[in-house]
């Protein structure tokens, strides 16, 4: 029974790396929510800009901007190394850490025009899904350009140029369903780089 969960200390299966980012997945979302509840009670700030209210509704853009919860389990298929399977799971934790004292200290919401009645179903199944006022910065933005660049080295060149169009498409996909700003997306993009930078693999080494 032990061989399906690993097959020694450096390594990690599929299954059990699945597992783990199931698990993972759940605390994640738990203090997400939790997060959300509180900025619910809070006094919020309107965040965006004018001319971002001309920017058209597009309810089918969903099907990408809901396509982020494939992305963590790519990460047991293409990493089996479990130092650096831990690794984007420590960066996605810390993504969420950050991001949660932003939330905490500047409750926001957004300046987006109600929608039409026709597509209230959708507006209110998004906001139990994903939440109300965890807006800047963009984690959708900030998870998927994580877990994107560190399987960058373990994806082939037809799979890089696919990933790029993806990640073009998802982080659009953020302010057509009027669910992220444009300052959540600079702000989330941001917060990977600040992420990907301080648990850089080389440099923490070359300062140990």
């Keep these: 029974m032990q061989g399906i969960f690993k097959k020694n200390n450096s390594t990690i299966t599929k299954f059990y790396g699945t597992l783990k980012v199931l698990m993972a997945l759940v605390l994640f979302l738990s203090i997400y929510y939790l997060i959300n509840f509180i900025t619910g ?6 965040v965006g800009f ?3 209210k001309k920017i058209p509704y597009v309810p089918e853009m969903f099907i990408i901007y809901y396509s982020i ?3 963590p389990f790519l990460i047991p ?9 831990n690794l984007i799971l420590k960066r996605v934790f810390i993504a969420l850490f950050l991001a949660s004292i ?17 597509l209230r179903f959708i507006e209110k199944v998004t906001t139990f ?3 109300h006022y965890n807006l800047v910065p963009s984690l959708h933005v900030a998870v998927s350009i994580i877990i994107v660049n560190s399987l ?3 994806l082939k060149k037809f799979q890089k140029i696919i990933a790029i ?7 659009a996909s953020t302010m057509f369903t009027h669910q992220h700003n444009f300052i959540d997306v600079i702000t989330g993009a941001l917060l990977s780089f600040i992420v990907i930078y301080i648990t850089n693999e080389k440099r923490i080494k070359g300062l140990s």
């Design 41 to 46: 009670y809070r006094t919020r700030y309107l």
């Design 50 to 52: 004018n001319w971002e």
């Design 69 to 71: 919860i494939i992305l």
């Design 77 to 85: 298929i293409y990493i089996t190394n479990r130092v650096k399977f």
């Design 102 to 118: 932003s939330y905490l200290l500047f409750p926001a919401e957004s300046l987006y025009p109600k929608i039409s009645h026709n």
């Design 129 to 131: 899904l994903t939440g």
């Design 152 to 154: 960058w080295n373990c």
């Design 165 to 171: 169009v993806y990640m073009v498409l998802l982080i």
